[in-house]
């Protein structure tokens, strides 16, 4: 007891000591109260326009922070005036720590801080140090401003304004008279140049360097560190993996070790500072120069074809390459005439491709082309292609093949049909599909749109009144499931649907077994069926990863409906790909969008954020749904790298409004993420409490948030109660749930929301 009574007045003195150098009090927010008439206040800080809780958990130092819950004005400040005895041409520091909750897009916290004296009022003195722009950090981040003590002032108003509608937290303030210490940093930098680069090309072991980077930083309190991800990452390096230097060089290698195309993503960060953050790939490709990319065909020469007009002559041949680390692509050449055509133009690497060469002439004559086929880095391969045309008899139309033929030999590990051998309105023939029409008098035709060749299917036949009823198939080679790749992709698009039309275009996985009958299974992927999807290309992507697939399978697409001119719903598909291991990806934070508004008043959702990978083409966005006009994205794109964006809604109507944005990017699936607001008239919310509700599938895990969120109870579609969460910082995650179909009800500090959830 002795010993704990000597201690004990060094440990005051050493309080009071670093006390007597704090001008503000209660800086670090330790002090407050909460009764029912005031709420939560602070001691010695002042408010105006918003509201502030405790925040025991999430803190920079001591017992607790001051939580900003939301600012209800333009205006919002947190305050205190400091009147002391100031030194005359001092320097004083001024310190605040913050991290902001909720954003709005970036502008959310500024220092508006001034001195005053007794004749002048507010002095202009270091205006620009104390009164700065917004500025933000979604961790806890300090901001530091100097300034020198004015002759004739006598008191300094700290203010701190918070942007309207954000929420923020405080901890850890300061208002100290320096002492000789290093002037004030000022706000951190990080730049990176250049970013965008040139795709190199090398030889197999033998090294190239891209031009120099050049990383530029200021007052950023942890190193920058440069670290290169992606599956094909080890075959790039860069000379420096972090630096401190405010001036840095890097110099980024491709040394590949195996042939092929590379991509790696560069990520150059400062732990702390992640909105600084910068990204950009590096590209590629290298050969075996011993190996070099080849191509060949058997026969190595074809023979002259000949066939009367409107006849059509073809011969097949084996297209074969080696070594390639790209696609072998192939374009024709008309040199005389124009009768030939080719039954694709992009063509499996290092895998023998089936070639058809067609011969279809349209009038007597002579007729020459050449079919070019090239690869990366490849010498060109030139096909002569030679014909004579004759007169011939009255055309006559292609017989309609009725019955399906089960050949389940040479199956293909890889397909990706473009259609570019189609021909716009005529029966669809492709090496080794089947074109079946089980019901009426059409085929799949061909089709060309803006230059773009698909398939198509309708039931239209021009001032014709009809009720039969007409079934068409086009089914793909047999396809092995024996490759890397496991995923179905296709693009759809459908024209003229309406309400209940009784046509439909459906995905069919088919497989055989010797002495069992054909096994035919639809599969739901989601294509078009209702008319606000009309004239809208949709990208599909089926996995059959772990299902109970055959060795050897086909996969069609039946297109059923009526005959006539009353039933012109059309369907056009394109892309038909298996096998690939590189497809395109997008992923987002959120797979729903939930909000309550009050009536006429704008609400904003919070930031949705996708990422990609191998990405070729921009992400277009756009509403669809019930009530798109009364949404508003911010932006219409994203690029290939992917991004973030926010929704805005604002309506008059009371009740609840839905749509949802989609994501589209060619070669990647479609993503969909609904949106749904509850209206509540102005006088029935709480303005200060209208915030969204952002519900995310992680796994099969649902992650809940939203201010003032409670609790949330989750229900089956028959409405039996199957768990009830309590939130967690604003937050909630569930354990893993069962795929299906479910109620949420989430309950915050603003009232309830009921959502329907389809965990997937």
Same mark, same amino acid.
């Given at each position: ?31 407050? !109260? ?374 389940? !030999? ?226 219409? !794109? ?9 929704? !805005? ?112």
């Amino acid at each position: 007891m002795k010993k704990l009574l000597l201690l004990l007045p060094l440990w005051l003195l050493a309080t009071s000591t670093f006390a007597a150098d704090e001008m503000l009090s209660n800086p670090g927010f330790e002090d407050s !109260s909460s009764n029912f008439l005031f709420g939560t206040t602070f001691d010695e800080w002042s408010t105006t326009g918003i509201t502030v809780d405790v925040e025991s958990t999430d803190k920079v130092e001591g017992e607790q922070a001051l939580k900003v819950t939301k600012a209800t004005r333009d205006e919002s400040y947190l305050s205190q005036e400091i009147a002391g005895n100031f030194e005359p041409g001092a320097t004083y520091r001024l310190r605040i720590k913050y991290k902001v909750l909720t954003s709005q897009n970036g502008s959310d916290v500024k220092l508006n801080c001034y001195w005053e004296s007794p004749r002048d009022g507010e002095l202009e003195h270091d205006s620009d140090k104390l009164k700065t722009d917004f500025f933000t950090a979604d961790s806890w981040t300090e901001k530091t401003v100097e300034t020198t003590f004015p002759e004739g002032a006598t008191r300094f108003y700290f203010n701190v304004m918070v942007a309207k509608n954000a929420s923020v937290l405080f901890d850890d303030f300061s208002f100290q008279k320096t002492e000789g210490s290093a002037p004030v940093p000022t706000e951190p930098t990080l730049t990176v140049s250049p970013t965008t680069f040139t795709e190199l090309s090398t030889q197999l072991n033998k090294s190239v360097d891209y031009p120099t980077v050049t990383i530029t930083q200021a007052n950023l309190d942890k190193p920058v560190t440069i670290t290169l991800t992606g599956k094909d990452a080890k075959h790039f390096s860069a000379s420096v993996q972090s630096t401190t230097e405010p001036s840095q060089a890097v110099v980024f290698t491709y040394n590949p070790t195996v042939i092929g195309r590379h991509t790696a993503t560069v990520t150059i960060e400062s732990a702390g500072h992640y909105e600084l953050t910068q990204t950009f790939q590096l590209k590629g490709y290298c050969i075996d120069p011993n190996n070099p990319p080849s191509i060949s065909i058997e026969p190595a020469t074809i023979p002259a074809f000949t066939a009367k007009v409107d006849e059509k002559s073809t011969v097949t041949a084996t297209l074969n390459s080696q070594n390639c680390i790209d696609y072998v692509r192939a374009s024709i050449e008309h040199i005389e005439g124009a009768a030939f055509s080719i039954s694709s133009t992009l063509f499996v690497k290092n895998i023998p491709n089936t070639v058809v060469f067609t011969f279809a002439p349209k009038q007597a004559g002579k007729f020459h082309s050449k079919i070019h086929f090239t690869t990366l880095e490849g010498k060109e391969l030139v096909v002569d292609l030679n014909g004579t045309a004759t007169a011939g008899d009255t055309p006559v139309e292609e017989p309609l093949v009725r019955n399906f033929n089960w050949d389940m !030999s040479n199956p293909r590990e890889q397909l990706f049909e473009t259609f570019d051998s189609a021909v716009k309105n005529e029966n669809l023939q492709l090496d080794g599909w089947q074109n079946v029409t089980r019901k009426g008098n059409r085929p799949w035709w061909g089709y060309e749109i803006d230059g773009e060749k698909m398939a198509k299917a309708s039931g239209y036949v021009y001032q014709e009144q009809s009720d039969d009823q007409v079934e068409m198939w086009i089914v793909t080679p047999p396809l092995s499931y024996k490759t890397a790749g496991k995923t179905f992709t296709f693009r759809v698009m459908g024209e003229n649907i309406f309400e209940n039309c009784p046509t439909k275009l459906e995905l069919y996985y088919i497989d055989t077994i010797p002495n069992t009958p054909v096994f035919f299974q639809p599969l739901e992927v989601g294509i078009p069926a209702s008319p606000d999807q009309n004239g809208e290309w949709n990208e599909l992507h089926v996995n059959l990863e772990g299902q109970n697939i055959s060795d050897v399978f086909f996969m069609a697409f039946k297109y059923t409906g009526r005959w006539g001119n009353e039933n012109a719903v059309t369907y056009y598909i394109d892309d038909i790909g298996w096998g690939r291991t590189d497809l395109p990806e997008m992923t987002s934070d959120s797979t729903h969008v939930s909000m309550i508004a009050a009536q006429g008043k704008d609400q904003v959702s919070g930031k949705i954020t996708v990422s990609t990978k191998n990405l070729t083409e921009p992400i277009k966005l756009s509403l669809g749904g019930a009530n798109p006009s009364k949404f508003k994205l911010s932006t219409q !794109s994203l690029p290939t790298t992917g991004g973030s964006f926010t929704v !805005s809604f604002n309506s008059n109507n009371l009740g609840v409004h839905e749509a949802y944005v989609k994501l589209a990017s060619r070669g990647a699936a479609d993503k969909y993420i609904p949106l749904s607001v509850l209206v509540k008239s102005a006088s029935g919310i709480d303005d200060t409490h209208s915030q969204p509700v952002t519900i995310a599938q992680t796994g099969q895990r649902l992650h809940i948030q939203a201010e003032g969120l409670q609790h949330a109870a989750l229900y089956s579609i028959a409405g039996v109660l199957t768990g009830q969460f309590a939130a967690e910082g604003e937050t909630i995650q569930t354990p893993e749930l069962p795929r299906g179909v479910y109620i949420l009800q989430v309950t915050t500090t603003a009232g309830k929301t009921t959502h329907k959830i389809v965990l997937r």
